[in-house]
């Protein structure tokens, strides 16, 4: 596991109060843009139902697509989930990361979130602004800062209007590298989306295997 970020600017003072403003705007339930190493993501307090639903409104999202659980490290997703000796060692393998693990979640883990099922895609992104953000409002909804159906944001321009006007705050890390993550699931050895680094999480499963 990567104990410092491989992306992302360096924390100004200016980004740090952008954080801290941020950080606020989730405890109040508010939703925020947010840098990953990927794209911008839309993050709201991933343990408040209706903060995960007005998610889903904002992105005109399905109810039946789950949305993924962002945390800063693998002890704090091990606080929320259950993951198995060989998910764990997956985890620890390529989070923080862009790469996106599903294993079975915990009782903290709001319904609204995994769309009712038992399982949760745990997202730990390798990028300096997010991992500091999520240090400081626990876990995050990680999912694209787009309406569903429309490309993902790498610059904070190219926001939705419908998007940006129902968000609090957005911190803007200039551009990201716009890979999407990809989603595995270890158990099963199945890959859902190939993504960035895909090709590693390909040889992993078949050396574990």
Not at 134 to 139: D, N, R, S, V, Y
Request: glycine share 8%; charged share 25%.
């Amino acid at each position: 596991m990567n104990e410092q970020p491989n992306s992302g600017p360096a924390i100004t003072p200016e980004i740090k109060d952008e954080i801290e403003r941020a950080a606020k705007a989730v405890a109040a339930g508010e939703l925020v843009v947010y840098p990953t190493e990927t794209v911008y993501g839309l993050g709201a307090n991933a343990l408040d139902p209706e903060a995960v639903e007005r998610v889903f409104e904002t992105k005109e999202r399905d109810r039946s697509k789950p949305l993924s659980f962002g945390v800063a490290s693998v002890e704090a997703a091990l606080a929320h989930s259950q993951p198995t000796d060989l998910e764990s060692a997956c985890l620890r393998r390529f989070l923080p990361g862009p790469v996106t693990v599903i294993v079975d979640r915990g009782e903290s883990i709001p319904d609204v979130l995994t769309a009712g099922r038992d399982r949760v895609g745990i997202r730990i992104p390798d990028h300096s602004i997010a991992l500091a953000l999520l240090e400081e409002t626990g876990p995050l909804t990680a999912t694209s800062a787009n309406r569903s159906g429309t490309g993902s944001v790498r610059r904070v321009e190219e926001l939705d209007p419908a998007i940006r006007d129902q968000v609090a705050v957005t911190i803007d890390g200039g551009e990201t590298a716009g890979a999407e993550s990809t989603v595995v699931e270890p158990e099963t050895g199945t890959i859902h989306r190939r993504g960035a680094n895909v090709d590693a999480v390909e040889s992993w499963l078949e050396a574990e295997r």
